[in-house]
């Protein structure tokens, strides 16, 4: 998601975004809201509603998978699980990249809840920035903790 929407919800939802500067160790909240700009809206109203029946609730995770929006939470109750799975059901009719109606559609580990539009989009290839610089991030990560590895390896011998 875009930095400037990004920030909008953490101003406006402190509390449920309060791990977002914590290290990734102790929370994915340190990657950001790793899901396209198109639900934006589903989240705010996500939280507006946690907020009333959950107000405890701490974010641990926000991402897309399989089509869906996936908000991982700390600790979990009833009420937030109820406005957790209402707003996984609605995130398959929003398009995840520009907020229209959208549907669910892909195969093998790319399926993407889009427009008609951005289908299109999609189907030439064509990425939004938060996709490509999550997998420039992972890949980075990846070395990061091999040296980790290996120096603690070598610290053994
Ligand atoms: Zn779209």
Known sequence: ????????????????????????????MCWGIACGDGWFHLIWSLCEDLEKVAPETVAFQVKQKLGGLRFYVKKSSHEARRCLDIAEVNSFKICEWCG????????????????????????????????????????????????????QNEDQV
Do not use: Y
């Open 1 to 28: 998601m875009k930095k400037e929407l990004q920030q909008k919800l953490f101003d406006r939802f402190p509390n449920i975004f309060r791990d977002r500067n914590k290290p990734p160790q102790e929370t994915a």
């Open 100 to 151: 229209r109606a959208g549907g669910p559609e892909g195969s093998k580990g790319w399926i993407r809840t889009l427009c008609l539009e951005c289908r299109k989009k999609e189907q030439v290839g064509w990425r939004p920035w938060h996709e490509t610089n999550f997998f420039w991030f992972r890949v980075g990560k990846f070395f990061r903790d091999l040296f980790v590895w290996r120096g």
